[in-house]
């Protein structure tokens, strides 16, 4: 039995299925499930030093080549065509990528100089993930689309297997080091029934599709290789592990009592309390006008976080006042009379906008992102700010507005004056660690605040919450992160403000108790997972959840916070 959460390398790994192998990593979809083990199909294999093909035969390579290209996008487009949401985007985005002109105009140019179609298609992609890595942020993250996009048509053109996930007979599990974006969004859940990755952290790409099709989840488990590939294996999404070849009968029983427990949770309609009726919204996390009013779909209580800058990543220019005033309006709209809280933009690091230029920085996680773009562009805070005002004008709801990245008491002061000067209700994001040691002073200052406990992670344990290796750093169940969400709740309930958390943390029913006992009053996240952390809720009361943040808050390691809350709550 092997584990491989060096933190907890000392404690015994638990086998409660009686499995042969058992490996561990980061839980991040909870719930259990049992089947054969698929891997993601291999890259297809070629000659990179084949010999130049005469000049005769080229003109017959560039339309093999344009053909495999346009098979591939029309086969991503046909799976987007049959998906919804995120799912839906990725795969219309990665078809977009087979298509693109720039790419296969590079290829066609190879291939009429002589260099074979599979090499061409390889080396016109290097180029492009160069210029997408020197652009950095989000374009840096679709470096994996392209190689993704390469190795498809390569398949296509070779006439290999298309690589990726396999479509299993029976309900599997699939294991793989990461998936691609495309893999991730084509998923069918009534086939992958749970998804092991060796790398990938909590808020990465694998782990909000699995979030949003409800796939128990467990990331960064480093020894998924030791499970042998033609295994019948389990996946147990709370405690953050796989096993293989377990006990048949015994797993059988766990996996239909957690799909009886799935089934009661999708029965949950809220609205949000514990069982002693403490009262805690569940709200969703929404991208714009379409996802809100999806959103209303399941059990949530309004909008705990507009991510406004994802409404303009496609933009090259400022969407004017008229275009936004319109846009939050729509999401305002969607949820009628309740509560909506809308984020200004948070451009910069990993969401670069076009029209928000900045400087090459060295370090932008830690640069000019948020609400300090305000200092080199007030123009553009000061227009958002202005469609807000308009949006509100007449609508069922006052806005709640918060700034993104705030670190100082005087940048709380001066953004609270803007909002308010326009009607609106000001907030702030902790996310930085200043602020939550100075949660007293920002919360003198402004009506409610929302932590953001994605950056909150990355910046209490200097891990980059994109890096793949550094996932058991960028867990929010960290000591050190929750004693800062304890001092912020603790702000709040001296203050009586509201105080809330909008980031991955709050689609985690057991750290959502956690949340409460440190006095957050209301969580917001895709709203795929309101109804598991509704229903948990509802079932704990008040003094249970602080009964687990305590016990958490004495724990030394995230596995031990999560094992410790997990017992409290009984
Ligand atoms: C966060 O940092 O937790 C958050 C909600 O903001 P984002 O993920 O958009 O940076
Ligand atoms: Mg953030």
Redesign the pocket.
């Given at each position: 039995m092997k584990s491989s959460d060096t933190a907890a390398a000392a404690a015994p790994v638990p086998n409660p299925f009686d499995a042969s192998v058992v490996v561990t990593g980061t839980p991040v979809v909870g719930g259990l499930a049992y089947g054969p083990v698929i891997r993601v199909g291999a890259r297809p294999a070629f000659d990179a030093d084949a010999p130049a093909i005469a000049e005769g035969e080229r003109a017959a390579h560039e339309q093999a080549f344009v053909d495999a290209a346009e098979t591939v996008g029309a086969r991503l487009a046909d799976r987007a065509s049959h998906s919804t949401g995120v799912s839906a985007e990725v795969l219309t985005a990665t078809a977009g990528l087979a298509r693109d002109r720039g790419w296969i105009s590079t290829a066609t140019g190879l291939i009429a100089s002589g260099r074979p179609a599979p090499a061409a298609a390889a080396a016109a992609t290097e180029k492009f993930v160069e210029m997408f890595t020197s652009l950095g942020g989000l374009m840096a993250e679709r470096v994996t689309d392209l190689r993704d996009v390469r190795d498809r048509v390569i398949a296509e053109l070779l006439g290999q297997p298309e690589p990726g996930v396999p479509t299993p007979e029976v309900p599997a599990i699939l294991c793989a080091d990461d998936l691609a974006p495309a893999d991730t969004a084509g998923l069918n859940p009534d086939l992958v029934v749970g998804l092991a990755m060796r790398l990938g952290g909590p808020?990465s790409h694998t782990a909000i599709i699995a979030r949003q099709l409800g796939i128990p989840c467990v990331v960064a488990a480093a020894d998924l290789g030791d499970i042998p590939s033609d295994a019948a294996a389990y996946i147990d999404g709370d405690t953050g592990t796989i096993g293989s070849e377990p006990d048949e009968s015994v797993i059988s029983a766990a996996v239909a009592l957690s799909r009886e427990q799935a089934a009661e949770a999708a029965a949950w309609t809220g609205p949000g309390t514990t069982v002693d009726g403490v009262p805690v919204a569940v709200l969703a996390?929404v991208a714009d006008g379409v996802s809100a009013r999806t959103a209303t779909n399941s059990p949530v209580q309004g909008v705990g976080?507009f991510?406004t800058e994802l409404a303009f990543l496609d933009r090259a220019t400022e969407p004017t006042v008229a275009e936004q005033a319109a846009l939050y309006r729509e999401v305002i709209d969607a949820f009628d009379g309740q509560k909506v809280v809308i984020r200004t933009l948070?451009a910069g690091s990993?969401?670069p906008l076009r029209f928000v230029e900045t400087d090459l920085e060295p370090n932008p996680a830690m640069g000019v992102r948020g609400n300090r773009t305000a200092l080199t562009h007030p123009e553009i805070r000061r227009g958002q700010l202005d469609a807000l005002a308009s949006a509100a004008d007449g609508a069922a709801s006052v806005p709640w507005v918060m700034a993104?990245m705030i670190a100082t008491v005087d940048e709380a002061r001066e953004f609270a004056a803007q909002v308010r000067d326009r009607g609106l209700i000001p907030g702030v994001?902790v996310?930085v660690p200043s602020a939550a040691i100075l949660a007293d002073a920002i919360l003198a200052e402004v009506d409610f605040v929302s932590?953001?406990?994605?950056?909150?992670t990355q910046y209490t344990m200097a891990a980059d919450r994109m890096s793949p290796e550094l996932a058991s750093l960028t867990d929010p169940w960290q000591p050190a992160v929750l004693a800062l969400i304890g001092m912020v709740g603790a702000a709040g309930d001296r203050a009586d403000k509201n105080v809330g958390v909008?980031?991955?943390a709050a689609a985690d029913p057991l750290l959502a108790c956690v949340l409460v006992g440190l006095g957050v009053r209301s969580l917001s996240s895709a709203p795929a997972a309101s109804s598991a952390v509704g229903l948990k809720l509802g079932q704990v009361t008040l003094e249970q959840c602080r009964e687990a943040a305590r016990a958490a808050l004495a724990a030394t390691s995230a596995s031990d916070a999560r094992d410790a809350a997990r017992s409290a709550l009984g």
């Open positions: 808020s996390n976080l991510r948070d990993d969401k993104p994001m996310e932590i953001g406990t994605n950056d909150l909008c980031g991955e």
